[in-house]
């Protein structure tokens, strides 16, 4: 095994997030950070995906920053443990934005990456060892179900994950002298925690819980990542109404889901072309 966590240190890098700086300044560092609050009766934290400081000029500095570091001294300093991190980016990235063709398709071409194409670099996921945070990346499916969300075709990895880390840690006795403090498990997407993270979260309650989807549709909205701007009273909870519409179908859901009919203000990648619709309209 020392031999095989020797390799593991030494992953090569995946390719950077190939979004714009005004994805980035207007979308990306739009979603809300985190959410304090657990979705209720679960151990799960929402958060947006923590980026590297290498993105740093592309966001516009300072304010927009929202690293790894920046999370997990926030949590402690309210005195929230996290256990694990849940990496869900891969599942929703194109729905945040397609992701541009690659390049090359011949044959003879050297593959361009050892991941899936979808497998982006956020940040270095041995940041979290700094703060003693377990990290897994979920990934799709190799033979994916094609027009259909990635985020349901990973749910029995998720639950595996999930329960083994909670068997874990109870055995472990928890936090210790804190006998009333749980270990959190932070999940986060693409799409400001709204999206995969969400509809996961949701699952775990239903499938876990036997929480009906409604109910579990209702706690994510007190899990909800804290808004900016003048979306900043709205808990959203989950926002793509496939994911909805799969909870709903999944897990047999008789009492109708309303949604908020809007979105937040970055959720949808805007076309050039739609730009100009909107300001002739």
């Not at 995946?14 to 979308?27: E, G, I, K, M, Y």
């Not at 928890?174 to 993270?197: E, H, M, P, V």
Request: net charge neutral; hydrophobic share 35%; with cysteine.
């Amino acid at each position: 095994t020392n031999q095989k966590s020797i390799m593991a240190s030494y992953t090569p890098r995946p390719p950077l997030l190939p979004w714009s700086p005004t994805t980035w300044s207007d979308r990306w560092s739009a979603q809300g950070r985190l959410s304090s609050t657990p979705v209720p009766r679960t151990p799960f934290l929402l958060l947006k995906a923590p980026v590297s400081t290498l993105y740093e000029e592309k966001f516009g500095g300072d304010r927009n920053m929202f690293t790894v570091g920046m999370y997990c001294s926030r949590m402690m300093a309210r005195s929230i443990r996290v256990g694990l991190v849940i990496d869900c980016t891969t599942l929703d990235i194109e729905e945040f934005e397609p992701l541009p063709i690659p390049k090359t398709t011949s044959a003879r071409a050297a593959p361009a990456s050892k991941f899936d194409k979808r497998v982006r670099y956020f940040h270095n996921p041995s940041e979290w060892d700094d703060y003693d945070v377990e990290y897994h990346r979920l990934l799709p499916p190799i033979k994916v179900e094609e027009g259909v969300p990635l985020a349901p075709q990973v749910l029995a990895e998720f639950y595996k994950v999930v329960s083994n880390f909670l068997q874990k840690s109870r055995s472990s006795g928890g936090s210790g002298s804190n006998s009333n403090s749980k270990t959190c498990i932070s999940l986060f997407d693409a799409r400001g925690g709204l999206g995969a993270a969400s509809y996961l979260a949701a699952a775990y309650m239903c499938h876990a819980l036997r929480a009906p989807p409604h109910a579990a549709f209702a706690a994510l909205k007190e899990g909800t990542p804290a808004q900016t701007g003048e979306d900043a009273d709205v808990k959203w909870g989950m926002c793509d109404v496939r994911l909805v519409k799969d909870l709903q179908t999944r897990f047999k859901g008789r009492k109708e889901i309303r949604m908020e009919g809007r979105t937040p203000k970055w959720w949808w990648a805007v076309d050039e072309e739609e730009e100009e619709d909107e300001e002739e309209e």
